[in-house]
T-cell receptor, first 109, second 114 residues
């Protein structure tokens, strides 16, 4: 069955430090993976999806099929990056997304 | 932040009562979804609908019901059979109902059972 694991509940870093939010998945076939972000008092929104291979707000994520991972990275964290981050992939029906439990990123100065 | 709206923002319910949460979208999206968000649990899928007049159960459908009579609307009813309904409920929509596409989320409804 499809599953998403985000092993860290909370990640605290200092401004300017590198950030890596971990996501591991279980999926039969070739997955379409997503990162969603929820800033304080804002809606949950798409940050990036692996198929587009874009860099959004300095974040990137590379799909590693061998390690079944889709870690989210940013070389220099900013305070405005503080938020809840969710990794997601399609469920068995192929449409509705299955989300991980989320990682709270806290960036302090 | 238009596109997908949820009402009310806060909802209080007495035990034994059914309540209905509203979700409307004007994005012309085919698919709509309901998730429940609890601290430490992430988002869990309650129901989803790929097309009008059709919907499927998600992972935690027990105690909930939905309808999809119009493309724009996907209301969720939390029934008295739901054992622990206090939570934050998120509605979402996406263009395609067949393959995974970007989901757009509403602002959420916080339900509290008194």
């Amino acid at each position: 069955a499809q599953r998403v694991t985000q092993p860290e509940k909370l990640l605290s870093v200092f401004k300017g430090a590198p950030v890596e939010l971990k996501c591991n998945y279980s999926y039969s076939g070739s997955p379409e993976l997503f990162w969603y972000v929820q800033y304080s008092r804002q809606r949950l929104q798409l940050l990036l999806r692996h198929i587009s291979r874009e860099s959004i707000k300095g974040f990137t994520a590379d799909l590693n099929k061998g390690e079944t991972s889709f870690h989210l990275k940013k070389p220099f964290a900013q305070e405005e990056d503080s938020a809840m981050y969710y990794c997601a992939l399609p469920g068995e029906a192929g449409t509705a997304l299955i989300f991980g439990k989320g990682t709270t990123l806290s960036v302090s100065s | 932040d238009g596109g997908i709206t949820q009402s009310p923002k806060y909802l209080f319910r007495k035990e034994g009562q059914n309540v209905t949460l509203s979700c409307e979208q004007n994005l012309n999206h085919d698919a709509m979804y309901w998730y429940r968000q609890d601290p430490g649990q992430g988002l869990r899928l309650i129901y989803y609908s790929q097309i009008v007049n059709d919907f499927q159960k998600g992972d935690i459908a027990e105690g909930y019901s939905v309808s999809r009579e119009k493309k724009e609307s996907f209301p969720l009813t939390v029934t008295s059979a739901q054992k622990n309904p206090t939570a934050f409920y998120l509605c979402a929509s996406s263009r395609q109902g067949v393959t995974a596409d970007t989901q757009y989320f509403g602002p959420g409804t916080r339900l509290t059972v008194l």
